[in-house]
């Protein structure tokens, strides 16, 4: 059982707090540290399973009237991650009704749960991001994330997951789930975890629920904007927590001398498409090695968030 720092009366002290609301927190620590073991119970699983996040809208029969460049080499880069072994899954952001981050997380960490309590799962108040997107995620061990530029950033559709995907990044059950967004209860559950958090017990705290999922980025578009999207991807996710091996990124071009209606040919080239799948068998050979290093102990925070 894990042991606090300090007694109940000290943490009461502290925060401060009363004894139901103390109560309240610790069960929700009992909770992460139950989750924190089941989590690495499935990390270290001998099953590898990566996804394919596909971020464009187009589609033949919608008005583009052309499929997805980003998805085409997404494609490409699954189909290599299934030729060496992995169970995958082709995921269509398009195909799902989400709805946008409200930031709650900026009140206090401890505002923001997961799974996510503006959008309750399994209510009518729920979308495809708390009811569905959240557990593929979560069973993934590796995921390629596909975007096209979309004003030399990410697409809106990526944009929108990737805000949602902080509740997983150390969210927890909310102290009172009857009443998830008691802003002054919160502010003492924030509290307790920085006062009894321990660094080297994983689940104490805050609970990076990316820790140790490997990642991989393709991008395509028409001219400038690859580096920053992949850019601001790269930052976002490596602070979730996932792992980044070496050349897990690539970015397909169209050519500004020449239309954009050129562009589908260039990009959906046998070129390109080997590169994506070189992205997904490092991303492959990543997994494999965490899966083979269980004792492997990645650091972070867990007092605060």
């Known amino acids: 059982m894990y042991k606090q720092k300090f007694s109940d009366e000290e943490l009461m002290r502290r925060i401060p707090c009363s004894r139901k609301e103390l109560e309240m927190f610790k069960a929700v620590q009992r909770k992460a540290l139950k989750d924190a073991e089941a989590y690495k119970k499935k990390l270290f699983s001998k099953q590898i399973k990566i996804i394919g996040v596909s971020g464009s809208m187009r589609r033949a029969d919608d008005c583009p009237q052309a499929e997805s460049t980003s998805e085409f080499l997404l494609k490409a880069a ?3 991650a299934e030729q060496l072994g992995a169970k995958t899954e082709l995921i269509k952001l398009r195909d799902f009704e989400m709805m946008p981050c409200k930031g709650c997380y900026s ?7 997961f799974p996510c309590t503006c959008y309750p799962y399994k209510t009518k108040y729920a979308d495809d991001i708390t009811d569905k997107l959240y557990w593929k995620v979560l069973d993934a061990d590796g995921i390629i994330w596909a975007t096209p530029i979309h004003s030399f950033k990410i697409s809106s559709l ?5 805000d949602r995907l902080i509740s997983m990044d150390g969210s927890l059950s909310p102290a009172n789930p009857n009443d998830a967004k008691n802003k002054g209860l919160n502010i003492k559950h924030t509290r307790f975890i920085e006062l009894t958090a321990d660094n080297n017990v994983f689940g104490s705290g805050f609970l990076k629920r990316h820790y140790g999922k490997v990642a991989g980025i393709i991008v395509s578009g028409h001219e400038a904007g690859a580096s920053m999207a992949i850019s601001s991807l790269y930052m976002t996710l490596n602070h979730y927590g996932m792992i980044f091996p070496p050349w897990s990124n690539m970015y397909a071009m169209g050519s500004i001398l020449d239309a954009t ?3 589908k040919s260039r ?3 046998k070129e390109y498409a080997e590169e994506a799948a070189q992205v997904a068998e490092n991303v492959f050979n990543a997994v494999k090695m965490i899966k083979q290093n269980p004792k492997l102990v990645w650091k972070y925070d867990q007092s605060r968030n």
């Open 107 to 113: 009140t206090t960490n401890a505002q923001c749960h």
């Open 267 to 269: 990009i959906e080239s």
């Open 261 to 263: 209606y050129k562009d």
């Open 158 to 162: 990526m944009s929108i997951l990737i």
């Open 78 to 80: 699954l189909k290599k």
